[in-house]
């Protein structure tokens, strides 16, 4: 599997952009105590991801009113797709998603990465609003299964006893748990550390002595470098309350698969998946990071192991599961479930595999609009991540370059040079600590990424 490497994005002479036309309150919205013709959805989000934006133009083309929860500096609110947003404070997040519900009255929820996930999770945990709490389990699902889809070994215990072929794993409590393991499992092994996302929780391993090692690195709480190198190379401020929290993440191992990843995006209802897309990588950000090129495959494998999972949990909304191809069978081991949106979720591929536009028919309780696929191609390049990062690339050539053309602002926006990469101290910085991270990972296997 080929992985690209991610170097300093040039310096692009961007015009100005546009003002957003829109307040950040929406006080002049309806009541939503019914699901309306034109159903009001907010996506929720504490990340700058380009799938929040993609995703916001798909909910709109399929015919809802689509309001954004996110950091005031998010790329979506550039689009034309958003009608309105509310700014999600990290220093009270669980407060501004409240506000953000009571005002905007949104008929479904969309959490678009792990921490809005966890925020609607301790949301539905402390509210009285019984509305509040009808509307998350209307969006993500059964509550009783909150707790399975944040933990990466419950999930993949619920899985296999349900059938799915999953990656062997094991819980840790202690150093002494990664002997116990060693006794049984050969190497590599890896580690991941619940709540992380991107492939940052995540270290491959091929001796004890690295598994200790990483293990007391991944185990301690979030440090005052970590939220200060977040908050001014990434212009993230939400590490600053883990840090102020010191807890530490719940840990698991698995066993390696020596093979290339692939997902399947699932839209959902109570249990019921109403469409489906799977893919393998083709590029990587990084080692153990997300795609950056996938191609659409047809795995039956994949897609029942979602559809079992789904329906053991009762799962509603956009959510994504991960696997191992094995190098050696083709064997689809699913090594943990995404319970939020993934970039793929947000390519419209024709009956079946037009994620939104299905679940959006089956909130509205109409029927479902054969739209027009967006591309007949199999190979999907997600943008802007291959332009910035790898413009002679190839596959921008062969492949489906999903640019919202349509939101020339938004284009504008996405192609920005993120804080992180204006300015070479940061661009400096960021390689350092990227490269720093690929050695780590490199010293475990050179295997195919997690």
């Not at 009255?105 to 925020?119: G, I, N, Q, S, T």
Request: with cysteine.
């Amino acid at each position: 599997m080929a992985t690209l490497r991610l170097q300093p994005t040039p310096e692009l002479n961007l015009a100005p952009l546009a003002e957003n036309r829109v307040p950040s309150e929406i006080s002049s919205m309806g009541n939503g105590n019914a699901v309306r013709d034109r159903p009001r959805v907010m996506l929720c989000t504490t990340c700058h991801l380009a799938s929040t934006a993609r995703l916001a133009m798909e909910f709109t083309h399929a015919g809802s009113e689509t309001v954004l929860l996110s950091p005031v500096d998010h790329p979506a609110r550039a689009a034309k797709a958003v009608v309105g947003w509310h700014s999600y404070g990290a220093f009270r997040p669980l407060h501004a998603l409240r506000r953000a519900i009571e005002i905007a009255k949104p008929d479904l929820l969309v959490p678009c990465d792990e921490r809005a996930v966890r925020h609607l999770h301790e949301l539905y945990a402390i509210t009285p609003s019984e509305k509040i709490r009808t509307l998350i389990e209307r969006s993500l699902g059964d509550a009783d299964s909150f707790g399975i889809t944040a933990a990466r070994h419950d999930l993949l215990t619920l899985a296999g006893a349900h059938g799915a072929r999953v990656a062997r794993s094991m819980a840790l409590r202690s150093l002494g748990d990664l002997r116990v393991w060693g006794e049984q499992q050969p190497f590599p092994w890896v580690l991941k550390a619940d709540g992380s996302w991107a492939g940052f929780g995540v270290r491959i391993v091929r001796t004890l002595e690295d598994a200790e090692t990483a293990y007391r690195q991944m185990i301690r709480p979030a440090s005052l470098r970590l939220a200060m190198r977040e908050a001014v190379l990434e212009h993230d401020l939400f590490w600053i309350a883990p840090w102020l929290r010191a807890a530490e993440p719940a840990m698991s191992v698995q066993a390696y698969v020596d093979g290339w990843p692939a997902n399947c995006a699932v839209a959902c209802w109570e249990g019921e998946v109403l469409a489906i897309i799977s893919a393998e990588s083709v590029t990587t950000a990084s080692q153990t990071g997300p795609s950056t090129v996938a191609r659409i495959i047809d795995n039956q494998e994949m897609r029942d192991a979602a559809r079992r999972v789904v329906r053991a949990l009762r799962c509603s909304g956009l959510v994504g599961f991960d696997f191992m191809l094995e190098a050696s069978t083709g064997a689809a081991h699913m090594i943990e479930m995404n319970p939020r949106v993934t970039p793929i979720s947000t390519v419209r591929l024709g009956p079946g595999s037009d994620l939104v536009e299905a679940l959006l028919a089956r909130l509205s309780g109409r029927k479902v609009s054969d739209r027009t696929p967006v591309t007949e191609r199999d190979l999907i390049v997600y943008f802007p991540h291959t332009w910035q990062h790898d413009p002679s690339n190839t596959f921008l050539q062969t492949g489906y370059h999903d640019v919202p053309w349509e939101e020339p602002a938004l284009v504008r926006a996405l192609m920005r040079p993120e804080l992180r990469d204006r300015y070479w101290i940061m661009r400096m910085l960021r390689q350092l600590w990227l490269a720093r991270r690929d050695r780590m990972d490199r010293r475990g296997t050179k295997g195919g990424a997690v």
